[in-house]
């Protein structure tokens, strides 16, 4: 069956430290997001990518870093510069088209020790 | 893209029709309007989207106003298992499509 798999699902990291967060999707479809969930609160985009080797910065992207080097993958990292990184990670996808919605993963939950 | 206003909670006995509505003023005329629902510490789930017409399909129902400055989410035969966030949001469309921006939706609670 056809999906977006986030891993993994819960991530600890110590201060300081960067983390990778994995995203893959096998739907074929073009764009995919990051975004940002802490409790209580509605989503929040980090990055986005319309197509292979680029992407686009949203509305919180300081010390986060993605790559788009396949078109099935779009790892995002949390660099030691992003000053409160707990709280729940979601990664979504979709064709490139205004009247096609988005596929999400299940989400990545980090938390800082 | 335009942005949505929700009410931030709502209740519904359990079988009764959910009617969940959501402002979009600034709609421009090519932005679909979608809805989404989460469930805690899930991934959000696509209930149904439309342009001008309203929509159906086995989860819910969709209404948009004439003008398209408001519409409205209509969960037929509420259960307890569609407790949960719902999200109104518009899209712009065409090739593109731009990015969905999450409101703080409307926690619906559905009570026996």
């Known amino acids: 069956d056809g999906g977006i798999t986030q891993s993994p699902k819960y991530l600890f990291r110590k201060e300081g430290q960067n983390v990778t967060l994995s995203c893959e999707q096998n739907?074929?479809?073009?764009?995919m997001y990051w975004y940002r969930q802490d409790p209580g609160q509605g989503l929040r985009l980090i990055y986005y990518?319309?197509?292979?080797?680029?992407?686009q910065k949203g509305d919180i992207a300081e010390g986060y870093s993605v790559s788009r080097e396949k078109k099935e993958s779009f790892p995002l990292t949390v660099t030691s510069a992003q000053k409160n990184p707990t709280a729940f990670y979601l990664c979504?996808?979709?064709?490139?088209?205004?009247?096609?919605?988005?596929?999400f993963g299940s989400g990545t939950r980090l938390t800082v020790v | 893209d335009a942005k949505t206003t929700q009410p931030p909670s709502m209740d519904c006995a359990e079988g009764r029709a959910a009617n969940l509505p959501c402002n979009h003023s600034?709609?421009?005329?090519?932005?679909?309007v979608y809805w989404y629902r989460q469930i805690h510490s899930q991934g959000p789930q696509y209930i149904i989207h439309?342009?001008?017409n309203n929509e159906t399909n086995e989860m819910a129902s969709l209404i948009i106003t004439e003008d398209r400055k408001s519409s409205t989410l209509i969960l037929p035969h509420a259960t307890l298992r569609d407790t949960a966030v719902y999200y109104c949001?518009?899209?712009?469309?065409?090739?593109?499509?731009?990015?969905?921006?999450f409101g703080q939706g409307t926690e619906l609670s559905v009570k026996p």
């Open positions: 979504a996808s979709t064709l490139d088209r205004g009247d096609y919605g988005y596929t």
């Open positions: 739907l074929n479809h073009d764009a």
């Open positions: 990518s319309q197509i292979v080797n680029d992407f």
């Open positions: 600034t709609i421009s005329g090519n932005e679909y």
């Open positions: 439309g342009l001008k």
């Open positions: 949001i518009v899209r712009v469309g065409g090739n593109q499509g731009g990015k969905l921006i």
